[in-house]
């Protein structure tokens, strides 16, 4: 039915493994420093940021355009 789908599992999951993998590192460097609410916005934002990386890759926002001769 559908001839391209808007993102591919596996990016979506090795994107959201990553953000998973990046909390503790969060929770243990920014949230003493700087307080728990610049930490939650910051996991907010890496959390928006490598799901907006997923979906343009995978639409292919990134791909080289060759000019046409």
Same mark, same amino acid.
């Given at each position: ?13 090795? %994107?959201?493994? *990553?953000?998973?993998?990046? $909390?503790? +590192? ?7 420093? @700087?307080?728990?609410? /610049?930490?939650?916005?910051? %996991?907010?934002? *890496?959390?928006?940021?490598? $799901?907006? +990386? ?7 926002? @990134?791909?080289?355009? /060759?000019?046409?001769?």
């Amino acid at each position: 039915m559908f001839k391209r789908r808007l993102f591919n599992s596996e990016d979506l999951a090795f %994107a959201l493994t *990553l953000w998973l993998c990046t $909390l503790p +590192l969060i929770a243990l460097i920014l949230v003493p420093a @700087f307080g728990l609410s /610049l930490g939650g916005l910051t %996991a907010v934002v *890496l959390l928006a940021f490598s $799901l907006g +990386l997923c979906w343009a890759a995978s639409t292919g926002l @990134f791909r080289s355009r /060759l000019p046409r001769e």
